[in-house]
């Protein structure tokens, strides 16, 4: 039977149980904020209200969303909306628009598709922590065998749930072959990393997700002759150093690695590496690719098994 949803595994200890752990790290990030205060903030309640609605709590025992809507002052989906405002999940739907659909970490944030992408975001800061060696590990470099392993759809979902944690997220698309950011978040791709790293402009074009706070993008650009050549070159390292340093997260997506080398540098450059693969990848091309970044001096912080049709 498959399912949809995104699975983690530690290369060197599959599975291991320190999930309750990491899910108070990811906890630690979110800034709370009282239910009442954003329904008071959305005008869906006034001071008279509120009071009316703590009362009831105190008297049913009910979850402050769950009296609102008993007394009748609000509806569920206005508590809903509410909710994903208070987690930080809420889309700015007057600029929505030229979000990709395939982007449901911003459009489905209650589906149980992004519930799991939040888990593996969970499991990958548990990772980033949990080898002192690293250090203040920041950058992750998406890497997948293949083309249609659902690596930049990976790619685009995690930097909007990292986001949704209130922490400040660049998403960079270092696949200068065939980049799908831009087109997955609605920019246009005339100017980005390629302009950069050739010198035809001063400073990374990172563009602000309009819809989606705390996020920004640096897409790939126009399409360059020589994408090895730029990427190898020591202003990527810089570049990618310098724009983790100043977000709290980077996350990179790459090009194919058994289609090119381009690959490599991101690798290289960046703070760890998890593979995207489907449960249709053979499992010798999967250690193929383990084997050939440890050759590179990195070992995976994980596999992301990918069952996304």
């Known amino acids: ?9 530690n290369v060197d200890q599959p599975l291991n149980n320190a999930l309750d752990d990491a899910q108070r790290l990811s906890d630690e990030l979110i800034a709370r904020v009282k239910l009442g205060d954003v329904l008071r903030k959305l005008k869906a309640i006034d001071e008279s209200g509120l009071e009316r609605i703590v009362n009831h709590q105190r008297s049913t025992g009910q ?29 700015d739907e007057s600029v929505s628009g030229a979000l ?33 060696t690293r250090g203040s590990a920041r ?10 392993e659902g690596r930049s759809w990976l790619a685009g979902n995690l930097a909007v749930v990292f986001a949704q ?47 989606v706070a705390h996020l920004h993008l640096l897409p790939a650009g126009s399409r360059p002759p020589n994408p090895q050549e730029l990427l190898s070159g020591d202003l990527f390292a ?32 960046a703070d760890a590496v998890v593979l995207v693969v489907r449960r249709r990848t053979a499992q010798r091309r999967v250690q193929a690719l383990v084997d050939q970044l440890r050759v590179l001096g990195r070992t995976p912080i994980g596999i992301v098994f990918n069952n996304r049709r």
């Open 100 to 132: 990709s659909k395939e982007l449901i970490a911003a459009h489905e944030p209650f589906s149980p598709e992004v519930e799991s992408l939040r888990a593996l975001r969970t499991r990958l800061l548990f990772e980033l922590r949990r080898d002192s």
């Open 238 to 269: 810089r570049s990618l150093g310098a724009l983790s340093r100043e977000a709290q997260f980077a996350i990179v997506d790459t090009s194919p690695a058994s289609l090119y080398a381009d690959f490599t540098f991101a690798v290289l450059a």
């Open 139 to 148: 950058s992750i470099a998406l890497v997948s065998a293949d083309e249609g």
């Open 1 to 9: 039977m498959n399912s949809p949803e995104p699975i983690f595994l």
């Open 165 to 211: 944690l209130g922490t400040s997220t660049v998403l960079i698309d270092a696949d200068l072959r065939r980049p799908r950011q831009h087109e997955l978040f609605g920019h246009p791709d005339h100017d980005g990393l390629v302009s950069w790293l050739s010198g035809r402009s001063q400073r990374p074009a990172i563009r602000r997700v309009e819809s």
């Open 63 to 91: 979850l402050f969303g769950q009296a609102a809507v008993a007394l009748k002052l609000v509806d569920e989906s206005t508590v809903a909306r509410a909710l994903a405002e208070q987690e930080q999940l809420a889309v």
